[in-house]
């Protein structure tokens, strides 16, 4: 059993700052990549970052040279640094961690939400 546990969420002003953190528990195995995902309710889930198992990370257009994600390795804990917030990066940011050899296992976290003010 893989476990994702997101926090780090809340309200804020735009323009300002969160760093949300997702815990990671139970059996890692062909560890493939990590992300975060976001949602708003009654759209489809969109990506915002990933970092892969070499290091390589990836970003939203709309995330990038605002949002850094992070690992502490050591912590299996999986960061996404979050800056110059806007009203519309507000939703429901979820976690997750794919695994397999064929990167073929996606599991998820219960998200933690964001709500961004103007």
């Known amino acids: 059993q893989v476990d994702l546990v997101e926090s780090g969420g809340g309200s804020v002003q735009a323009g300002g700052s969160l760093k949300l953190s997702c815990a990671v528990s139970g059996y890692i195995f062909d560890s493939c990549r990590m992300g975060w995902y976001r949602q708003v309710p009654g759209k489809e889930r969109e990506l915002v970052s990933t970092?892969?198992?070499?290091?390589?990370?990836s970003y939203a257009d709309s995330a990038k040279g605002r949002f850094t994600i992070s690992q502490d390795n050591a912590k299996n804990t999986l960061f996404l640094q979050m800056n110059s917030l806007k009203t519309e990066d507000t939703a429901v940011y979820y976690c997750?961690?794919?695994?397999?050899?064929?990167?073929?296992?996606?599991?998820w976290g219960q998200g933690t939400q964001v709500t961004v003010s103007s």
């Open positions: 970092m892969s198992s070499d290091g390589t990370t």
């Open positions: 997750t961690a794919v695994m397999g050899g064929s990167c073929q296992y996606s599991y």
